[in-house]
């Protein structure tokens, strides 16, 4: 069973590490619950997943793309499964911070090494990326990527 506590200690994670974070793009977001943890701590949220039972939150009905025109400050996925690596390479793209909850791998690797992985794609991508846990039980790792500056 899942930990029930997880939104909220994901949003006050990332509320906590990027105090400016003002949109965010919830990437793979099942119901909305992530959504809703930031909302009640002031940050507008859109969930982006296919289901059509959902909270009642900011939701686009869909699956999340490279081409999705960027009009948040953060791309995030708690347990986004296979849209992990999207988020970070959209990160890239739009040169905005990530933070995500990697769960299970898109490519069959164990965990640590998936961790790694996504860690050392979002090095080569241009970020800073740093490693957080929540407390919660079960998968609980965060990795932020921050843009590194050009100068």
């Known amino acids: ?17 990027l105090p400016n974070v003002r949109r965010v793009f919830d990437v793979a977001g ?24 959902r909270l009642p939150v900011r939701f686009a009905e869909r699956r999340f793309t490279l081409e999705e025109p960027c009009e948040c400050d953060l791309v995030a996925g708690l347990h986004p499964d296979g849209a992990t690596r999207l988020i970070i390479e959209y990160a890239a793209k739009h040169r905005i911070p990530f933070a995500i909850v990697p769960c299970c791998s898109d490519n069959g690797m164990s965990y640590k090494p998936w ?15 740093s490693e957080g846990k ?3 039980d079960g998968r609980s790792r965060v990795l932020t990527g921050l843009p590194l500056c050009v100068i």
């Open 1 to 17: 069973m899942a930990d029930k506590r997880r939104f909220a200690l994901f949003a006050a994670h990332i509320k906590e590490s």
């Open 30 to 53: 099942g119901m909305g619950g992530l959504n809703a943890a930031l909302t009640v701590l002031g940050i507008e949220t859109t969930t982006f997943d296919s289901r059509r039972k």
């Open 115 to 129: 961790m790694r992985h996504l860690a050392e794609l979002g090095a080569q991508a241009g970020f800073t990326v």
């Open 134 to 136: 929540l407390p919660i």
